[in-house]
């Protein structure tokens, strides 16, 4: 609201206007949405005003040993290179939605114009950091199984063993006769008399005859950022760690960080299935959620998880489901990632936002008007007598000019031209020739010119 002016306020035709949009915009707020459309990149959206996204990506691969990897090892750059190019090419093509929204309308857009790339693969060695997923057994409960309850999921051993447990033992081991054992995990233990009780977390049966038991805590660090600490001496990009670990079955952790991603055991499953898996994860990292409850309201009202076959009734084939497809994202989905990356500054210092791109600029030939944060890597030139109004915050990479031809206006209003990166863009050349940059100043009259309003302020600048 604060951004109309006076003389819009004292028109009773526009107070009519703003109650209106002031009713649109409280709905839309309500659901977190408001400015999410400018930024979905449509078929038609120019790639000027809804440039791809970037996002700068080093991979990192922990070995277990020199001599006994356990995981990828520098002869698996063509794995690591293919799965980035499935991923992308994911994002990329979007496909179709096959499961039906409630407003009956086929949400798409052809492509999510965001690409993870890789600009570094680095391989590390340390068999503590390649375990992420461990077991510490406490051999000294070696507890003689007396029995199991089904009904009650309860096990019961001999001894009063509750007060020795170490506080994080949350596991048991099974040993069977046969020489196999199983890991089960348990919510509760009791004394019970001379006996203990354990009250297991999945209710299960046992075939075989049981014998001893043994107490250990299972050391999940998939989501434990000390390897982001320790190896991402480039803060400005998004890592990949691929581990490992002394348990068996592929995990991943903490989609939810812009800045991090670990996969474990990714050598444990397919490659397309770990293409498919690690682009949903990487969707958690720019900012998606589950599609089982809707993010947006152009995404369907539920959607069934189990990684089962895509079709029209239950299940989607969203990239942040869980189906057997992962083709699709819904425009909402894809303008509210493009929002972040386009807005914020932890998000745009992870791309490759001041990655200046020189001789193609951006030119203004009819008066234009930005009314979304924007990510600028070109030269602007506001061509003659044109008028470019920036209303949202605006980033221009180093090495970046705004050239104001002959009677040309940049008028920022209510927004910041700025640099995120510390490095400081070219600044704005007044009446001075994009393609002759030594002309000389045109007369005064002809000047370009600034206007800066509602404490609209230009900076981050080496020379105005
Ligand atoms: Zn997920």
């Keep these: 609201m604060k951004l109309l002016n006076q003389n819009q306020l004292q028109s009773i035709a526009f107070n009519k206007l703003i109650l209106v949009l002031f009713f649109y915009c409280a709905i839309n707020a309500l659901y977190g949405q408001h400015d999410i459309e400018k930024y979905i990149p449509h078929e038609e959206s120019p790639l000027v005003t809804h440039p791809q996204i970037e996002i700068r990506t080093i991979v990192h691969v922990i070995k277990r040993s020199h001599d006994v990897a356990d995981n990828l090892t520098e002869d698996s750059l063509s794995y690591i290179t293919q799965q980035y190019d499935w991923i992308n090419s994911f994002y990329r093509d979007l496909r179709k939605p096959t499961l039906a929204t409630s407003d009956g309308v086929e949400h798409h857009i052809p492509s999510a114009r965001l690409e993870f790339k890789v600009v570094d693969i680095l391989f590390h060695v340390d068999a503590n950091d390649w375990d992420r997923m461990s077991t510490e057994e406490d051999t000294r409960h070696s507890m003689n199984f007396v029995s199991y309850n089904e009904s009650t999921s309860e096990l019961v051993v001999e001894g009063k063993w509750k007060s020795s447990l170490q506080r994080a033992e949350d596991s048991l081991k099974i040993s069977f006769k046969d020489g196999s054992h199983e890991i089960v995990r348990f919510s509760s233990v009791k004394v019970d008399g001379q006996q203990t009780v354990f009250k297991l977390i999945s209710n299960r049966s046992f075939e075989k005859e049981a014998t001893i038991i043994t107490a250990f805590k299972e050391n999940n660090r998939n989501c434990a950022t000390d390897l982001w600490d320790k190896y991402a001496t480039d803060k400005n990009a998004l890592h990949v760690f691929y581990t490992g670990s002394s348990k068996s ?216």
Aim: charged residues 20%; aromatic residues 8%.
């Design 249 to 464: 079955g592929i995990a991943f952790g903490c989609g939810p960080q812009p800045y991090f991603l670990n996969v474990t055991n990714i050598i444990k499953g397919g490659d397309w299935a770990g293409a498919q898996l690690t682009a949903h994860e990487l969707g958690h990292t720019v900012g998606l959620s589950h599609t089982d409850r809707p993010q947006f309201d152009d995404l369907p009202k539920a959607d069934k998880f189990g990684f089962i076959d895509c079709n029209q009734s239950a299940t989607s084939n969203n990239i942040m489901g869980y189906n057997i497809c992962r083709n699709y994202l819904s425009p909402k989905q894809v303008g509210y990632v493009h929002s972040l990356y386009s807005k914020r500054k932890d998000r745009i210092l992870l791309t490759t936002a001041n990655e200046y791109i020189a001789n193609d600029p951006i030119e203004i030939w009819d008066d234009a008007i930005w009314d979304k944060a924007m990510v600028v890597k070109r030269d602007i030139v506001i061509r003659r007598g044109q008028t470019l109004k920036i209303q949202e915050q605006l980033h221009m990479a180093a090495g970046a000019t705004i050239y104001l031809e002959a009677k040309a206006q940049l008028i920022v209003d209510g927004a910041e031209v700025l640099n995120f990166f510390g490095t400081n863009w070219n600044g704005v050349k007044v009446c001075s020739s994009y393609e002759r940059s030594n002309k000389l100043p045109c007369k005064e009259k002809n000047q370009g010119q600034i206007i800066l309003r509602n404490n609209g302020n230009i900076k981050d600048i080496l020379q105005l």
